[in-house]
């Protein structure tokens, strides 16, 4: 009964370490996501100079969803922060790998929509482990 116990108490702990990715690699990786993003660090310091046509995405983990001020956001990725949605690494990750099916899953909305053409086919844990790394 005590392995029992101990392997579900451990069942978490694998959970989040396979999730986690390589933070060097996401910052490497980010050139994809510069034609549309910048990262601006709180004090203002420009991190990665890129393209406005997205949300600059300093501060992104723990950040409420469509929360950027003065970015115009569609009405999908909105109603996902009104309904709570925060960043965490595992909701940027789903997120970047695709955005239209992670709207639809956190507003329930079958036509949600999203302006973010691009797919993160394979790395989006690495991504999300250097935004983290940012927050940190």
């Known amino acids: 009964m005590k392995t029992l116990v101990l392997a579900l108490c451990a069942l978490p702990l694998m959970g989040s370490a396979a999730f986690a990715g390589d933070a060097a690699v996401g910052e490497a990786d980010f050139k994809k996501c510069k034609a549309c993003h910048s990262v601006t660090a709180a004090d203002g310091t420009v991190i990665q100079k890129g393209g406005k046509t997205g949300p600059d995405l300093g501060g992104v ?71 983290v790394s940012l927050s940190e």
């Open 61 to 131: 983990i723990g950040r409420q969803v469509g929360s950027v001020e003065d970015f115009r956001y569609g009405d999908s990725i909105v109603a996902a922060g009104e309904a709570g949605a925060v960043w965490d690494e595992e909701s940027f990750a789903a997120y970047i790998t695709d955005p239209k099916a992670w709207l639809i899953e956190v507003t329930g909305d079958d036509g949600a929509k999203t302006k973010m053409t691009y797919k993160h086919k394979k790395g989006a844990e690495d991504m999300a482990a250097y935004f």
